[in-house]
């Protein structure tokens, strides 16, 4: 089904990297080998960047009304080919059809958004500031563009850039995760069929070599990032320190609230589906849930009943509603975090180690995990996991759990539980964090607004979607006009 060896997409071409350096690509749910990945040379970076920006020349010019067209037909194709790139999803990264089926619709619906860009980028213009002097801001392009992506959506998370950098006039180089880069390379396949000019678009495979030539080169202006904190931190700082503009979405742990009057049935359904949903592996899954006075009495035993209810198998299976984490590797370092957190005196309540899925033997997987009686400060408090792993701790007023949430370094999402309007009205002021749930396990913004992040979740300041994305990708420019009277001509 896919190639022996994948290639990058360059200047409108499709060409085989000259580097000799690869990775396997391997199926999480089965171990099997699906294709190897070139990591692609500074020098064949260098080559992309500077077509890109030859393409950039021209491409700036082209009306906004005319660039929206090809993400029209960009949109149908996607909605055309989404089982067959919802299956690659779960092929190379292992979360269900279903939920990869839910991603694709993100992706679309910020192509959607980007549509609207002839409005978006509209400027503003005010008349007379002074008698006879006219100001006008409007927006331009800024260049070449790049992104840097993770592992965890690879259908979804290019497109939080892709359709607004193109639509807002630049040209964009993709760097998909070396672990999970089929998906993009089938939609480059569908990208290939728009006709778009030559250099508009391109995907450029690769690991630390490549992302570095693009946080070096001079003509890339704007690196979009978003992956682990520790890498999100280094991409600002070199970003930046080479003039760039920068955005970079780091790791998270999230914090989950649960009042005593909050709705144990909905709750325990909506917290077992973000703390275990994509096998724990979305920056926006729960992975603390601290109880409030009686809620701690019944919420723990529902949630470790719903852990254990988790049917977790090969994500291509009809029935199965959790799939493998990506690698033996990260399964290794979750299972060697759950034991941290019995060291730490945790009462373990479900245990996921050591699982092996009939049929699936050579898989990565961790079944869903609970961990009861967790204490603040902890190294399982604090670590993401990244793994279907939920910590519960228990303390006796909401004030105290507040407190708990903006202790954390973390600041991706917060939720708060509760029937109580009055609550939720504190917690949605009062907590540190740039997503905030209400009776909401997975706070994930639509496409027309942005994906927000705050602390050790977010370096930069424009966030990814919508109208942050706008003003990410153009730089504003403002005119101050006088057209003496006496100059004009008697008509
Ligand atoms: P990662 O940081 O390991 O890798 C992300 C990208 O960075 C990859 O393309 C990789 O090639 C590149 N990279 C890795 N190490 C590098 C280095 N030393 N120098 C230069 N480039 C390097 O992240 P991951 O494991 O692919 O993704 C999971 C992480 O992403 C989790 O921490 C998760 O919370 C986070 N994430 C955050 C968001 C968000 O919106 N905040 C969304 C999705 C995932």
New binding site residues.
Partial sequence: MFPEKIHNYVNGTWHPSSSIEEQEVINPATGEILSRVPLSSGAEIDETVRGAQEAFLAWRKVPAGERVQYLFRLKTLLEQHREELARTITLECGKTLEESRGEMQRAIENVEVACGIPTLLQGKISEDIAPGIDEIMLRQPVGVCAA??????PGM?PFWFLPYTIACGNTFIV?????VPLTMTRTFELIAELDLPKGVLNLVH???EA??ALLDHPLVRAVS????????R??YSRATANGKRAQC????KNPIIVLPDADLEMTTRIVADSAFGCAGQ??LAASLAITVGEAGKQFPQAIAEAARQRVTGNGLEPGVQMGPVITQVSKSRIEGLIGKGIAEGAELMVDGRGAVISGCEGGSFVRPTVLDGILPGSEVART?I?GPVLGLMHVDSVEEAIRIVNAGTYG?MACLFTSSGAAARKFRSEAEAGNIGINIGVAAPIAFFP?S?WKD??FGDLHAQSADGVDFYTQKKVVIERWPKEWSRKF
């Fill in positions: 840097v992506m993770p592992f965890n959506f998370i760097k998909p995760s070396e672990r690769g690991g630390k992302v570095d990032f978003v992956g682990s904190t520790q890498v999100a280094y991409i979405q780091g790791g998270a979305r920056c993401e990244f991706n994906f992040g979740s977010f």
